[in-house]
């Protein structure tokens, strides 16, 4: 088969159905899964045996925790600890960090060595059940995926509300939201770095035939979707906040609408009729329009602020767009949650249920207060909808989070003995 790619159903796999999910927050396209491969068939002849061994003893040991991660993944759980301690994504995180630098060592003795091996992984947005390419630099490609995907779980837990000893109810700690600004932005740089440093040594022929979970627009999409999450938590930290400006909100919740109208932009036309792909399009419709929500809104408290002429007249248009943008976010979440795999939305906190508090009693009054104003000075029972303008446009400013850098370890000091 030389390096081409071929996708295929072997005779012992069965397509990974989940019927249902647990509580989503955040969302990942499923954790595509590697499969066992026999190093020594391949390298054997060629390499050391202490490198074929620590290879084949590394991936095996991603491969039974990434599969047992998956049979699990986003489910209702307690927060599972092993015997070696930590939670169980932390470790398969730390396995991931450890084959690594072995598997670049591969990449880095040639194309003839490497193409030796076909690599397969089983994919969960793509048509085709398994890919399988005869090229290390797809395994390392497959590899930063699953790491960043691990993040957006560990972030996707943590977002689950829970009680706590004082008395007060189930909730989602300051602390929590805080650590998974972190995750996103360090699944965001293992993203950008798979597309910026590993993509490009992939030839354009061999591209084409990879699966849609690594398309370069999908990896570009969730890359954004870290930041966008980040910024997310970073508005709902700023909202519990009294310090925090109506400035500082109006900007936070403008840099999420930029954030995810690019992801909107930049995912690929995904395989609808597989319930990963119509889901992964529906959260994204999700987390977009509950973003133009907080955008108008905010923005209509400060033009609520202003003397200048028209304010108040523009004011109202944001805020109206904000109910309308509420309304369909809600339709859009329902629309998500229901798609399968079936999924439940945790009760809402931060940002989400701000916007839920506050939109409806905010449009109410000050429409109100708006139309009673008009009817004085005009005498008029027009109706205000058909007074007010179209929204403002909102203003545009630069995003201030960034993935994490991160670069490719150096390959394992193993490689130089052999």
């Not at 072997?10 to 491969?37: A, K, M, T, W, Y």
């Not at 009729?273 to 955008?295: I, N, Q, R």
């Not at 949650?337 to 939305?345: D, E, T, V």
Request: glycine fraction near 6%; charged fraction near 25%; include cysteine.
């Amino acid at each position: 088969m030389g390096c081409g790619a071929s996708k295929w159903r072997g005779p012992d796999v069965r397509q990974r159905r989940l019927s249902s999910l647990g509580e989503v927050v955040v969302f990942l396209p499923g954790l595509r899964i590697p499969r066992n491969i026999d190093f020594s068939q391949t390298l054997g002849d060629h390499l050391d045996k202490s490198v074929v061994e620590r290879l084949t003893t590394l991936r095996a040991r991603v491969v039974v925790m990434a599969t047992q991660e998956s049979a699990t993944a986003l489910k209702p759980r307690r927060k599972v600890v092993t015997r070696h301690g930590g939670s169980s994504t932390a470790n398969l995180l730390q396995a991931l960090e450890e084959y690594l630098p072995v598997l670049l060592g591969l990449v880095e003795e040639g194309t003839e060595l490497g193409n030796k091996v076909h690599f397969v992984w089983a994919n969960q947005e793509d048509v085709a059940e398994e890919t399988s390419m005869a090229d290390p630099w797809y395994e390392v490609l497959s590899v930063l995926h699953l790491m960043a995907m691990v993040c957006f779980l560990q972030a996707n837990t943590l977002l689950h509300p829970r009680s706590y000893a004082d008395g007060q109810g189930p909730r989602v700690s300051e602390e929590s939201r805080q650590a998974t600004v972190d995750l996103f932005l360090k699944a965001a740089g293992y993203l950008d770095s798979a597309i910026h440093h590993v993509l490009t040594q992939i030839p354009p022929e061999r591209r084409r035939e990879l699966p849609v979970d690594l398309a370069e627009g999908n990896l570009k999409a969730l890359s954004l979707q870290g930041l966008s999450q980040g910024v997310d938590m970073q508005l709902g930290l700023a909202i519990d906040n009294p310090k925090a400006t109506l400035a500082v909100k109006r900007r936070l919740a403008c840099e999420m609408l930029k954030c995810w109208k690019q992801v909107k932009d930049s995912i690929p036309e995904l395989p609808l009729s597989d319930g990963w792909g119509k889901k992964h399009a529906l959260f994204v419709k999700w987390k977009y329009v509950e973003a133009k929500a907080a955008a108008y809104y905010f923005h209509g408290l400060i033009l609520d602020e202003a003397e200048t002429e028209n304010a108040e007249e523009m004011a109202i248009a944001a805020l109206q767009a904000s109910g309308e943008f509420l309304n369909e976010s809600k339709r859009a979440s329902e629309a998500f949650h229901a798609a399968p795999p079936a999924s439940r939305s945790p009760a809402s906190f931060g940002t989400t249920k701000y916007l839920v508090d506050m939109i409806p009693k905010d449009v109410q009054s000050k429409v109100q207060r708006y139309q009673d104003l008009y009817t004085q000075q005009r005498a008029s029972n027009m109706e205000v909808s058909k007074i007010i303008a179209t929204p403002p446009p909102l203003p545009d400013f630069p995003l201030a989070l960034s993935p994490e850098d991160y670069e490719l370890p150096q390959s394992d000091p193993l490689w130089k003995g052999s």
